[in-house]
């Protein structure tokens, strides 16, 4: 099949970038000129794994680049083709490059190859499934430092074991995005590292280094496999903060020559120092010392009329109190149980109730070492409704500083206050790791070519980011819904749409035993992949999608679905969308 190239030549002292586009036999092209992002306004999100935002202060030139083939390439022979290529010279600067694309072997019996391979000598990561009937997922991720005059290039390729039946491949799509001069962590190991270990060992980890609050984009990939021809597994984790946030498993079909994909999107919401709504006890609240009397933990109304809430803020059930019956101008102080923190960058958000006439004083008090401070205050009867407010706690940066909500009953019984949904956001480092583990001592499990990064999405280029993510696994015996998120672009443009998880299936061997999975944008669906464990119905695969997509001003729907077609169950674990503005 011919192979059209497509260059387009701008000056570079114009400010203007060399690009090639090549997609290996189609004359379709993406080209992106710099364009100046501004933004102003402010980030949410909630730890529950949604996220929406905007970015503040005035943005930087960003420049990105994007390929995609999306119909079926082949290739039947064992030489290396390409299915996707992005190629030219970058503006100076750094560079998150991703690619996904779906694989398959058109013979269920040989093996399907394929690889991301950076400036036609170095492979970033590659995998080689037997089980090729069906279409996997393939993603690979790597930093790029650009110097703004060298051509760079970066292909999908694919090759086949044998010359009798060709690999497919197709929704092959490559990204390059110009990151900003800081707010960025990466960590790239692609050394090989082996271990018949069972328990968890590390292959490489890095830290994102938060110095404001925010929400960040972790993008990741890994190459693991097992050494040995046997229904034994190699298994890989991603931990993030100590928490397992992804995981891949895979027993070897028929060949140690296998190698399987761990790679996916992963939100890292703001770590918060404490997250309470007391739906189980008071959390990292006690009760402190020196005053009246305790604040108290309840659920539906306070026992007297005209006071207090009827239950807890929005969809809570608990809420701590102040009772103010018999307990007149009394003062209540509720702690945060540690010994000291430095605020420099942190908050502290929580929902209040304040209704009765007769309502006292409510105060969020800072210890600076030599006394409490007041940080907020409010007072008075504020109707019969939570309110929710968020207090910067800057002004009382450094080491050492606590926190009390001290809380004063009125004059008579028409003064019960209430605390809900209480979130200490302190700017925190996230450790980040690559594991590996193999389920038999007798084997060797194997990793390398481990790929890490994270970037700020509260820098204004992301200005209208959207993301959700589910930890843990899901099933259905029928078709269910992943990761979900709705969202409304500001003003139409263009964002890059990724989508995750890892897949598999409560049985094996057959095609009735499969699992089917894909993601959608406002019911469309992209980048559907059907998997079957082989030999294993414990493995889990990789399952990944992108796309470039120009978005209207209306509210969008981004999803993952999965299905279980004929029998057993189908599972899904660990599933992430993310939405981010392109210029």
């Not at 960025?184 to 404001?212: A, C, F, R």
């Not at 659920?299 to 018999?326: Q, R």
Request: charged residues 15%.
């Amino acid at each position: 099949m011919p192979r059209y190239s497509i260059l387009i030549f701008l000056a570079l002292s114009l400010g203007i970038v060399l690009v090639a586009v090549n997609c290996g036999g189609t004359k379709t092209k993406k080209v992106y000129i710099p364009i100046l992002v501004t933004g102003t306004g402010t980030g949410t999100s909630t730890s529950t794994g949604t996220g929406t935002g905007t970015g503040t202060g005035t943005g930087t030139v960003l420049t990105d680049y994007y390929a995609e083939r999306l119909n079926v390439v082949m290739n039947a022979s064992p030489s290396w083709t390409n299915a996707c290529v992005l190629e030219g010279v970058f503006e100076a600067g750094t560079y998150l490059v991703v690619a996904t694309v779906q694989v398959r072997h058109s013979d269920p019996a040989e093996k399907a190859w394929c690889r991301l391979y950076y400036n036609e000598t170095t492979e970033v990561n590659s995998i080689c499934y037997g089980d090729g009937a069906y279409f996997h997922s393939f993603m690979s991720s790597n930093m790029l430092t650009a110097d703004g005059t060298t051509s760079y290039s970066y292909a999908i390729q694919i090759r086949d074991g044998t010359l009798a039946y060709p690999v497919e491949s197709q929704n092959a799509a490559i990204v390059a995005v110009k990151l900003p001069t800081a707010n960025y962590d990466s960590n790239e190991d692609v050394g090989q590292k082996s271990t018949s270990s069972t328990s968890p060992m590390l292959h490489s980890e890095m830290t994102i280094t938060e110095t404001t609050l925010s929400d960040y984009l972790l993008v990741h990939s890994s190459t693991h496999w097992l050494g040995a021809d046997t229904n034994s597994q190699s298994l890989s984790d991603l931990m993030v903060a100590g928490t397992v946030a992804s995981f891949s498993a895979r027993a070897p079909l028929g060949s140690a020559e296998e190698r399987c994909i761990h790679s996916g999107f992963r939100p890292v919401g703001i770590q918060y120092l404490a997250n309470d709504d007391f739906e189980t006890g008071l959390g990292n609240w006690v009760n402190g010392t020196g005053d009246d009397a305790d604040w108290s933990r309840l659920s539906g109304a306070t026992t007297s009329t005209n006071t207090g809430p009827t239950g807890g803020n929005g969809s809570s059930t608990w809420y701590v109190y102040t009772e103010a019956t018999s307990q007149f101008n009394y003062d209540f102080f509720l702690d945060l149980n540690s010994s000291g923190f430095d605020f420099t960058n942190g908050s502290v958000a929580f929902a209040y109730h304040m209704y009765g006439i007769s309502m006292g004083t409510l105060r969020l008090m800072v210890w600076t070492g030599a006394a409490w401070e007041c940080a907020w205050t409010m007072s008075g009867d504020q109707g019969d409704q939570w309110f929710s407010t968020e207090v910067d706690l800057n002004s009382f940066a450094g080491a050492g500083r606590m926190l009390r909500f001290w809380g004063t009953t009125g004059p008579n019984f028409e003064s019960d206050m209430a605390l809900d949904d209480i979130k200490v956001k302190i700017p925190t480092d996230v450790n980040v790791g690559h594991y590996f583990y193999s389920d038999s001592a007798s084997y060797f499990s194997y990793k390398e070519q481990v790929h890490m990064a994270a970037f700020r999405l509260s820098d204004p280029q992301w200005t209208g980011y959207a993301y959700n993510f589910e930890t843990g696994e899901k099933s259905t015996t029928t078709t269910d819904n992943s990761a979900s998120v709705a969202f409304t672009p500001a003003a139409p443009g263009d964002y890059l749409l990724m989508a995750s998880c890892q897949v598999g299936a409560s049985a094996f061997g057959d095609n009735a035993t499969r699992v089917e999975v894909w993601w959608e944008l406002d019911g469309a669906e992209y980048d559907r992949m059907e998997y079957y464990p082989q030999i294993r119905s414990e493995d889990r695969a990789t399952f990944a999608g992108m796309r470039r997509v120009s978005l209207d001003a209306s509210a969008h729907t981004f999803r993952i679905r999965f299905s279980r077609p004929q029998s057993g169950t189908a599972y899904i674990r660990d599933a992430s969308v993310v939405a981010i503005p392109l210029p």
